[in-house]
């Protein structure tokens, strides 16, 4: 728990820090809202588990040319080593993405995890990440996600692979 707690103020002091740079993240709209497609496919940081893909929907509001806010719902499947069957969650998050610098960005959101399992538990989420956007609407990311559930936690390293599209 401790290096949970560290971890997660080491992220939020790294994205305060760039949250008050004057970089010119994006172009002309800078009060856009966009709606982004994604598809998950992480390696498991929790022993036991093997892999895990899922999909997202991701809402981006641009707040300034540097920071925009963002609320994402999906789904994560999580394979078991040893066929030992598998599970799902679907996450729920909000938070915030700042660029550094032109199209490159750091992000962080906190939300809740929902267990698909019958009698499962929901769990706290976290997901501190780095990635492009592309000019075209395509956004490459890298996160770590971990969940603190029942007996222990979770964690992955996902790539995000997604196109953006503007409303």
């Not at 598809?39 to 925009?68: C, H, M, W, Y």
Request: overall charge neutral.
């Amino acid at each position: 728990m401790k290096r949970t707690i560290r971890f997660m103020a080491i992220t939020a002091a790294v994205v305060a820090v760039f949250s008050f740079t004057n970089a010119n993240a994006q172009s002309a709209d800078s009060k856009a809202l966009r709606l982004g497609i994604g598809l998950n496919a992480g390696i498991p940081t929790t022993e036991g588990a093997s892999f895990v893909i899922g999909g997202d929907l991701r809402l981006q509001k641009d707040f300034s040319s540097n920071i925009s806010g963002l609320l994402s719902a999906g789904y994560n499947h999580w394979t078991l080593k040893d066929d030992a069957g598998s599970f799902g969650m679907i996450p729920v998050k909000a938070g915030a993405k700042i660029f550094f610098a032109e199209s490159a960005y750091f992000s962080g959101e906190l939300g809740a995890g929902f267990s698909t399992e019958s009698g499962g538990k929901t769990s706290f989420l976290w997901a501190p990440g780095i990635g492009y956007g592309f000019d075209n609407g395509l956004d490459l990311g890298l996160r770590y996600e971990g969940a603190e559930v029942s007996g222990g936690s979770l964690g992955q390293v996902a790539l995000r692979v997604a196109y953006g599209f503007k409303l």
